[in-house]
T-cell receptor, first 108, second 115 residues
């Protein structure tokens, strides 16, 4: 079964707005990672948050992790057209498993 | 981050032929390599995990005799799709890691189309 599941499945927002995506998982993890994938391309690693961390920042990205709820969120602030992509979370318990992704579309 | 290359970027082949995809780490030694497959508009699905010098571990439902993985060195892994069929048409992505509990570095992917 899928370990990570992103929510929502798809999201359209206006350029400049903030985008929030959520990820839920089922079993214990060592870390949780977020990736971006432009259509038909390989994945780009965005950020890794370890199980003992609660929040992490990288540029316009902010990731939170709540291990009690087995969930994580990815916030992209001041979105840009170039942020249009699919975003995946991946968890590393016994193996690294990807969710189905959130397709983010930034409207000009 | 590390640089990972895949070759070829895309390939079209006839049904019944075999296709080899290479995954190379250009600037670090990868102890573990992963192969993923992605169908259109779907998530990445892990196919197999390989450690240098040992046999690959395949995920349930992945035929090891059809998808041959050779982790020849710390910088090279190959995936051979044997006797390819149209249903094998997909996007194949490799990733490398120095330690499975750390970041994975992904290749750019190979798009395979079997006619």
């Amino acid at each position: 079964s899928q370990q990570g599941e992103e929510d929502p499945q798809a999201l359209s927002i206006q350029e400049g707005e903030n985008a929030t995506m959520n990820c839920s998982y089922k079993t214990s993890i060592n870390n949780l990672q977020w990736y971006r994938q432009n259509s038909g391309r390989g994945l780009v690693h965005l950020i890794l948050i370890r199980s003992n961390e609660r929040e992490k920042h990288s540029g316009r990205l902010r990731v939170t992790l709540d291990t009690s709820k087995k969930s994580s969120s990815l916030l992209i602030t001041a979105s840009r057209a170039a942020d249009t992509a699919s975003y995946f979370c991946a968890t590393d318990g016994d193996k690294i498993i990807f969710g189905k992704g959130t397709r983010l579309h930034i409207l000009p | 981050g590390a640089v990972v290359s895949q070759h070829p970027s895309w390939v079209i082949c006839k049904s019944g032929t075999s296709v080899k995809i290479e995954c190379r780490s250009l600037d670090f030694q990868a102890t573990t390599m992963f192969w993923y497959r992605q169908f259109p508009k779907q998530s990445l699905m892990l196919m197999a995990t390989s450690n240098e010098g040992s046999k690959a571990t395949y995920e349930q439902g992945v035929e090891k005799d059809k998808f041959l993985i050779n982790h020849a060195s710390l910088t090279l892994s190959t995936l051979t799709v044997t006797s390819a069929h149209p249903e094998d048409s997909s996007f194949y992505i490799c990733s490398l890691t120095m330690d499975r509990f750390y970041e994975q570095y992904f290749g750019p992917g190979t798009r395979l189309t079997v006619t």
